[in-house]
């Protein structure tokens, strides 16, 4: 590679770098070309892609970037996993990939410009993605609301049943007979008034 050639790549790794969220090394020596295809494919799906660069231009990027906590994973045949996205999905992604397939070596990475160990990618692997927590989210805000709905049929059922029980119970006293018989006579008074008048 020409020496302009290796300051370009060089400056496009830096500006790659420093646009991630987060970057995870991690050493792919035994993978099969199969293999590393279903890693990149499930990765791209999470938001993520795998490069395979030099290391020595990627460990130029790396210090020109500022990042030196990461300087000494470029070594080996090294991989580098770079997130743009929610981090979350990626980690699994290589957390699931790692678990099935022993020539792929987690190192370690950088997560918003601060080292992150092998241990913190497994934790943030077990964290739900941010769909589930915002279904959660959503669900904790609908609670109040399927209370309330819940609330407000049980006083109308409430008031209903006691409505019913009052109407029974002036039934049983005669109240409501009583009225009912006054209608009809106030009617059949009416009635002959009307004949009367004729």
Avoid: C, H, W
């Avoid at 499930?42 to 300087?71: C, H, P, Q, T, W």
Wanted: net charge negative; aromatic share 6%.
């Amino acid at each position: 590679m020409v020496r302009e050639e290796k300051v370009e790549a060089v400056k496009e790794l830096e500006e790659v770098f420093k646009s991630a969220s987060t970057l995870v090394m991690a050493e792919y020596r035994g993978l099969t070309v199969s293999q590393q295809t279903q890693l990149r494919k499930d990765l791209k799906e999470a938001g993520a892609s795998f490069n395979v660069v030099k290391m020595s231009l990627a460990k130029r990027a790396a210090e020109n970037a500022g990042y030196k906590d990461i300087l000494d994973y470029f070594s080996g045949p090294t991989g580098i996993a770079v997130i743009e996205t929610d981090p979350v999905e990626a980690a699994k992604v290589l957390k699931n990939f790692s678990t099935e397939n022993e020539a792929f070596v987690v190192k370690g990475g950088l997560m918003d410009e601060e080292p992150l160990t092998i241990e913190q990618l497994n934790v943030l692997a077990s964290i739900d993605s941010r769909d589930v927590l915002l279904a959660k989210i959503a669900g904790g805000f609908n609670a109040p609301v399927t209370k309330l709905a819940g609330t407000i049929k049980g006083v109308l059922n409430k008031s209903g049943y006691a409505f019913k029980a009052l109407l029974e119970k002036k039934e049983s006293t005669g109240e409501i007979n009583s009225e009912s018989e006054e209608s009809e006579a106030s009617d059949e008074a009416k009635e002959d008034i009307k004949k009367e008048e004729e």
